[in-house]
Protein backbone atom coordinates (compact mmCIF):
# COMPACT_ATOMS: atom_id res chain seq x y z
CA UNK A 1 0.00 0.00 0.00
CA UNK A 2 1.49 3.41 -1.06
CA UNK A 3 1.74 5.66 2.11
CA UNK A 4 -0.10 9.05 1.78
CA UNK A 5 1.79 11.44 0.31
CA UNK A 6 3.60 14.29 2.99
CA UNK A 7 3.94 16.91 0.69
CA UNK A 8 1.50 18.58 -0.92
CA UNK A 9 1.80 21.26 -4.35
CA UNK A 10 -0.79 23.01 -5.57
CA UNK A 11 -0.48 25.96 -8.41
CA UNK A 12 -3.22 27.91 -10.14
CA UNK A 13 -2.29 30.78 -12.63
CA UNK A 14 1.93 30.11 -12.07
CA UNK A 15 1.59 30.29 -8.66
CA UNK A 16 2.81 27.36 -7.11
CA UNK A 17 2.33 26.41 -2.96
CA UNK A 18 4.43 23.54 -1.20
CA UNK A 19 3.14 22.64 2.05
CA UNK A 20 4.83 20.14 4.21
CA UNK A 21 1.76 17.93 5.10
CA UNK A 22 2.84 16.04 8.17
CA UNK A 23 1.54 17.81 10.52
CA UNK A 24 1.52 14.72 13.59
CA UNK A 25 5.45 15.11 13.11
CA UNK A 26 5.35 18.34 13.01
CA UNK A 27 6.93 18.51 9.51
CA UNK A 28 9.87 16.84 10.42
CA UNK A 29 12.26 15.72 7.45
CA UNK A 30 12.42 12.07 7.30
CA UNK A 31 13.36 10.28 3.96
CA UNK A 32 10.13 10.03 2.04
CA UNK A 33 9.71 14.56 2.95
CA UNK A 34 12.88 14.77 1.59
CA UNK A 35 11.73 12.82 -1.48
CA UNK A 36 8.35 14.00 -2.15
CA UNK A 37 10.13 17.92 -1.23
CA UNK A 38 12.90 17.61 -4.02
CA UNK A 39 10.76 16.39 -6.52
CA UNK A 40 7.78 19.45 -6.00
CA UNK A 41 10.49 22.02 -6.54
CA UNK A 42 12.21 19.86 -9.45
CA UNK A 43 8.30 20.13 -10.63
CA UNK A 44 7.94 24.12 -10.26
CA UNK A 45 11.17 23.92 -12.03
CA UNK A 46 9.82 22.42 -14.76
CA UNK A 47 6.75 24.55 -15.68
CA UNK A 48 7.43 27.00 -17.79
CA UNK A 49 5.06 29.36 -16.65
CA UNK A 50 6.05 29.28 -13.32
CA UNK A 51 5.59 32.87 -11.57
CA UNK A 52 5.86 32.32 -7.90
CA UNK A 53 6.49 29.44 -5.01
CA UNK A 54 4.65 29.49 -1.84
CA UNK A 55 6.67 27.49 0.71
CA UNK A 56 4.61 25.92 4.12
CA UNK A 57 3.93 23.97 6.92
CA UNK A 58 0.33 22.18 7.98
CA UNK A 59 -0.04 22.37 11.43
CA UNK A 60 1.80 24.22 14.04
CA UNK A 61 4.86 23.95 13.01
CA UNK A 62 6.84 25.07 9.93
CA UNK A 63 9.13 21.87 10.14
CA UNK A 64 11.14 20.74 13.12
CA UNK A 65 13.83 19.77 11.17
CA UNK A 66 15.54 16.39 10.31
CA UNK A 67 14.65 13.04 11.40
CA UNK A 68 17.20 12.68 13.99
CA UNK A 69 16.73 9.30 15.14
CA UNK A 70 16.83 7.93 11.12
CA UNK A 71 19.65 10.43 10.30
CA UNK A 72 21.94 10.07 13.54
CA UNK A 73 20.77 6.42 15.59
CA UNK A 74 23.79 4.66 13.64
CA UNK A 75 26.08 7.44 13.36
CA UNK A 76 28.71 6.45 15.85
CA UNK A 77 29.06 3.61 13.47
CA UNK A 78 29.05 4.46 10.24
CA UNK A 79 32.28 5.73 8.32
CA UNK A 80 31.75 9.66 8.40
CA UNK A 81 32.04 9.73 4.45
CA UNK A 82 29.06 7.74 4.24
CA UNK A 83 27.29 10.10 6.46
CA UNK A 84 28.38 13.18 4.52
CA UNK A 85 27.27 11.65 1.30
CA UNK A 86 23.47 11.00 3.17
CA UNK A 87 23.60 14.60 4.63
CA UNK A 88 24.02 16.09 0.91
CA UNK A 89 21.20 14.35 -0.36
CA UNK A 90 18.74 15.88 2.87
CA UNK A 91 20.66 18.98 1.84
CA UNK A 92 19.87 18.69 -2.00
CA UNK A 93 15.96 18.15 -1.16
CA UNK A 94 15.55 21.87 0.18
CA UNK A 95 18.96 23.84 -1.49
CA UNK A 96 17.03 23.02 -5.16
CA UNK A 97 14.99 25.79 -4.06
CA UNK A 98 17.74 28.51 -3.99
CA UNK A 99 17.92 27.51 -8.32
CA UNK A 100 14.74 28.47 -8.91
CA UNK A 101 14.63 31.56 -11.20
CA UNK A 102 10.80 32.83 -9.54
CA UNK A 103 10.36 34.62 -6.30
CA UNK A 104 10.25 32.02 -3.49
CA UNK A 105 8.51 32.88 -0.32
CA UNK A 106 8.55 30.78 3.09
CA UNK A 107 5.13 31.18 5.01
CA UNK A 108 6.23 30.23 8.70
CA UNK A 109 3.18 30.04 10.67
CA UNK A 110 5.23 28.13 13.62
CA UNK A 111 8.82 26.46 14.63
CA UNK A 112 10.90 26.00 12.24
CA UNK A 113 13.62 24.45 13.70
CA UNK A 114 17.11 23.37 12.60
CA UNK A 115 16.86 21.76 9.17
CA UNK A 116 13.07 23.65 9.29
CA UNK A 117 15.37 26.72 9.74
CA UNK A 118 17.65 26.14 6.69
CA UNK A 119 14.46 25.38 4.27
CA UNK A 120 12.94 28.76 5.79
CA UNK A 121 16.35 30.88 4.22
CA UNK A 122 16.45 28.90 1.18
CA UNK A 123 13.58 30.71 0.05
CA UNK A 124 14.23 34.67 -1.18
CA UNK A 125 11.67 35.98 1.58
CA UNK A 126 10.43 34.89 4.93
CA UNK A 127 6.85 35.80 6.18
CA UNK A 128 6.60 35.37 10.40
CA UNK A 129 3.38 34.69 11.56
CA UNK A 130 2.45 35.60 15.19
CA UNK A 131 3.98 32.04 16.56
CA UNK A 132 6.70 31.50 14.41
CA UNK A 133 10.18 30.92 15.51
CA UNK A 134 13.60 30.56 13.89
CA UNK A 135 15.60 28.01 15.88
CA UNK A 136 19.99 26.96 14.98
CA UNK A 137 19.84 24.78 18.12
CA UNK A 138 22.32 22.39 16.74
CA UNK A 139 25.17 23.00 19.35
CA UNK A 140 22.30 22.15 21.92
CA UNK A 141 22.68 18.75 20.87
CA UNK A 142 25.89 18.57 20.02
CA UNK A 143 25.69 18.81 16.60
CA UNK A 144 27.07 20.91 14.16
CA UNK A 145 25.02 23.00 11.98
CA UNK A 146 24.44 22.10 8.03
CA UNK A 147 22.29 22.64 4.76
CA UNK A 148 24.03 25.60 4.90
CA UNK A 149 22.83 27.57 7.86
CA UNK A 150 26.27 29.14 8.88
CA UNK A 151 26.13 30.82 5.31
CA UNK A 152 22.37 31.95 5.58
CA UNK A 153 22.42 33.09 8.97
CA UNK A 154 25.95 34.94 8.75
CA UNK A 155 24.05 36.96 4.90
CA UNK A 156 21.52 37.64 7.32
CA UNK A 157 22.76 38.74 10.42
CA UNK A 158 26.27 38.94 10.01
CA UNK A 159 29.20 36.83 11.66
CA UNK A 160 29.23 37.59 15.11
CA UNK A 161 25.29 37.88 15.57
CA UNK A 162 25.66 34.31 13.81
CA UNK A 163 28.08 32.69 15.83
CA UNK A 164 26.37 33.95 18.96
CA UNK A 165 23.36 32.26 17.57
CA UNK A 166 24.97 29.44 16.65
CA UNK A 167 27.16 28.67 20.19
CA UNK A 168 23.67 29.54 22.23
CA UNK A 169 21.70 27.30 20.46
CA UNK A 170 19.37 30.07 20.18
CA UNK A 171 16.09 31.14 18.39
CA UNK A 172 14.58 34.41 17.60
CA UNK A 173 10.56 34.55 17.71
CA UNK A 174 8.77 36.30 14.96
CA UNK A 175 9.84 40.29 15.95
CA UNK A 176 13.22 39.30 16.78
CA UNK A 177 13.56 38.05 13.26
CA UNK A 178 12.10 40.60 11.83
CA UNK A 179 13.87 43.07 13.36
CA UNK A 180 17.68 41.19 12.70
CA UNK A 181 17.20 40.80 8.91
CA UNK A 182 16.08 37.54 8.86
CA UNK A 183 12.53 37.77 8.37
CA UNK A 184 11.00 40.49 5.56
CA UNK A 185 7.81 41.29 7.85
CA UNK A 186 5.00 40.08 10.39
CA UNK A 187 1.80 38.66 9.65
CA UNK A 188 -0.99 37.87 11.66
CA UNK A 189 -2.24 34.79 8.49
CA UNK A 190 1.44 34.41 7.28
CA UNK A 191 0.20 32.60 4.22
CA UNK A 192 -2.32 34.67 3.00
CA UNK A 193 0.37 37.72 3.30
CA UNK A 194 2.73 35.35 0.79
CA UNK A 195 0.07 34.56 -1.21
CA UNK A 196 -0.71 39.12 -1.46
CA UNK A 197 2.96 39.33 -2.31
CA UNK A 198 3.13 36.11 -4.20
CA UNK A 199 0.14 37.42 -6.80
CA UNK A 200 1.51 41.35 -6.82
CA UNK A 201 4.76 40.16 -8.07
CA UNK A 202 3.61 37.12 -10.58
CA UNK A 203 1.97 40.13 -12.31
CA UNK A 204 5.69 41.50 -13.83
CA UNK A 205 7.08 40.54 -16.66
CA UNK A 206 8.74 37.06 -15.86
CA UNK A 207 12.05 37.51 -17.75
CA UNK A 208 12.75 40.77 -15.96
CA UNK A 209 11.40 39.13 -12.15
CA UNK A 210 13.94 35.84 -13.22
CA UNK A 211 16.97 39.32 -13.51
CA UNK A 212 16.17 41.19 -10.69
CA UNK A 213 16.60 38.10 -8.73
CA UNK A 214 19.82 37.31 -9.90
CA UNK A 215 21.14 40.75 -9.70
CA UNK A 216 20.17 40.56 -5.99
CA UNK A 217 22.00 37.31 -5.54
CA UNK A 218 25.09 39.13 -7.48
CA UNK A 219 25.30 41.99 -5.17
CA UNK A 220 24.57 39.97 -1.70
CA UNK A 221 28.22 38.64 -3.27
CA UNK A 222 29.63 41.64 -2.79
CA UNK A 223 30.88 41.94 -6.42
CA UNK A 224 30.19 45.51 -7.25
CA UNK A 225 31.47 45.49 -11.02
CA UNK A 226 30.02 42.26 -11.93
CA UNK A 227 26.66 43.60 -10.46
CA UNK A 228 26.44 46.76 -12.39
CA UNK A 229 27.78 44.99 -15.84
CA UNK A 230 24.49 42.43 -15.25
CA UNK A 231 22.73 45.49 -14.65
CA UNK A 232 23.70 47.19 -17.50
CA UNK A 233 22.99 44.09 -20.01
CA UNK A 234 19.31 43.57 -17.76
CA UNK A 235 18.15 46.99 -18.58
CA UNK A 236 19.09 47.09 -21.75
CA UNK A 237 17.63 44.41 -21.99
CA UNK A 238 13.69 45.58 -20.55
CA UNK A 239 14.03 48.78 -21.93
CA UNK A 240 12.24 47.50 -25.30
CA UNK A 241 9.39 46.09 -22.82
CA UNK A 242 5.65 47.53 -23.50
CA UNK A 243 5.51 48.89 -20.35
CA UNK A 244 8.54 51.15 -20.03
CA UNK A 245 7.69 51.98 -23.71
CA UNK A 246 4.09 52.49 -22.29
CA UNK A 247 5.98 55.41 -19.67
CA UNK A 248 8.33 56.78 -21.70
CA UNK A 249 5.53 57.51 -24.52
CA UNK A 250 3.43 59.37 -21.57
CA UNK A 251 6.20 61.16 -20.60
CA UNK A 252 6.91 62.18 -24.04
CA UNK A 253 3.37 63.60 -24.14
CA UNK A 254 3.72 65.84 -20.97
Given at each position: ?????????T?????W??????????????????????????????????????????G????????????????????????????????????????????????????????????????????????????????????????????????????????????????????A????????????????????????W???????????????????G?????????????????????????????????
Open positions: MTAPSKVELGTGGRTLTLNDPDRRNCLDEQVCRELGEAIDTVAADADARTLVVTGAKAFCAGADLPALFGDAAERPVGELRTQLHGVYDSFLRLRRLDIPTIAAVQGAAVGAGLNLAMACDIRIAGPQASFAATFSRIGLHPGGGCTWFLVDALGPQRAMALLLDGGALDADAVAEGLALETADDAVARAHELAQRAEHDPALVRDIKTAVGLAGGDFDATLEFEAWAQASSAGGPKIQEFVDRFRGR
